[in-house]
C-alpha cells in the first residue's frame, strides 16, 4: 500500500506559478513511477505528467509541455509539479498517483491522492 497526500493547491491569477506537492507513505516510494493528472468540473480525468521511478524519464501533456515541470524526491518521498504560467483552462483538481507502469493511462495507476483544487482566474 502507499498512501499519497497532495498540496500546494490554491487560487492564483493568470499567468501565475504554483508547485503541487504529493508525500507519500507506506511501501517503497522510490520503486513507483509517478504521475500527475487533473480533472476539471464535468469532465474526465487526465493525464498531466509521468516521472520514472528513478527521476530520469519525464513525460507531459501537449498542453502543459513548457509551462510545467514534474520531479521528485525520493529521499523525501515526495514528488512535485511546479505549474508556471498558469492558464484557466489549467483550473481543476489535481491528483498524484503511483503506477508500477510508466504510463499516461490512468487504469495502470493503483493508488491515488485526494487531490487538491486549483483555480486560475483571468
Known amino acids: 500500500q502507499v498512501q499519497l497526500v497532495e498540496s500546494g493547491g490554491g487560487l492564483v491569477q493568470a499567468g501565475g506559478s504554483l508547485r503541487l506537492s504529493c508525500a507519500a507513505s507506506?511501501?517503497?516510494?522510490?520503486?513507483?513511477?509517478m504521475g500527475w493528472f487533473r480533472q476539471a468540473p464535468g469532465k474526465e480525468r487526465e493525464f498531466v505528467a509521468h516521472?520514472?521511478?528513478?527521476?530520469?524519464?519525464?513525460y507531459y501533456t501537449d498542453s502543459v509541455k513548457g509551462r510545467f515541470t514534474i520531479s521528485r524526491d525520493n529521499a523525501k518521498n515526495t514528488v512535485y509539479l511546479q505549474m508556471n504560467s498558469l492558464k484557466p483552462e489549467d483550473t481543476a483538481v489535481y491528483y498524484c498517483?503511483?503506477?508500477?507502469?510508466?504510463?499516461?493511462?490512468?487504469?495502470?495507476?493503483?493508488?491515488w491522492g485526494q487531490g487538491t483544487q486549483v483555480t486560475v482566474s483571468s
Open positions: 507506506g511501501r517503497s516510494f522510490s520503486s513507483y513511477n
Open positions: 516521472i520514472s521511478w528513478s527521476g530520469g524519464t519525464t
Open positions: 498517483a503511483a503506477s508500477e507502469d510508466l504510463t499516461t493511462l490512468t487504469r495502470l495507476y493503483n493508488y
